[in-house]
Nanobody, 117 residues
């Protein structure tokens, strides 16, 4: 049974930091590209960061470059998103996604991040 479970969200002041985690099980984690998406109220879901399979490469949405860092621990089947210098516009539900060509996509249930003073 495939599971992706996000954690680490919460309420933080502007300029603060959070670290999101995504614990995976039920599939070959290292073979999948792992992604963080987010969806703000009234907006479409958007791709925030990608860690390609085996962690070879990373990519980021322009607005989070230099502030967010995606990482993965293939031995622990876990992905992370370190978010620094948070802004109110980062407020959203953050989802982890597992993607592999010719295979089904997997999604977590999401974790809420609120950046507000």
């Amino acid at each position: 049974q495939v599971q992706l479970v996000e954690s680490g969200g919460g309420l933080v002041q502007p300029g603060g930091s959070l670290r999101l985690s995504c614990a995976a099980s039920g599939f070959t984690f290292s073979s999948y590209a792992m992604r963080w998406y987010r969806q703000a109220p009234g907006k479409e879901r958007e791709l925030v960061a990608v860690s390609t399979s085996f962690g070879r490469n990373t990519n980021y949405k322009d607005s989070v470059k230099g502030r967010f860092t995606i990482s993965r621990d293939n031995a622990a089947n876990t992905m992370y998103l370190q978010m620094n210098s948070l802004k109110p516009e980062d407020t959203a539900v953050y989802y982890c996604n597992a993607n592999r060509p010719l295979h089904e996509d997997y999604w977590g249930q999401g974790t809420q991040v609120i950046v507000s003073s």
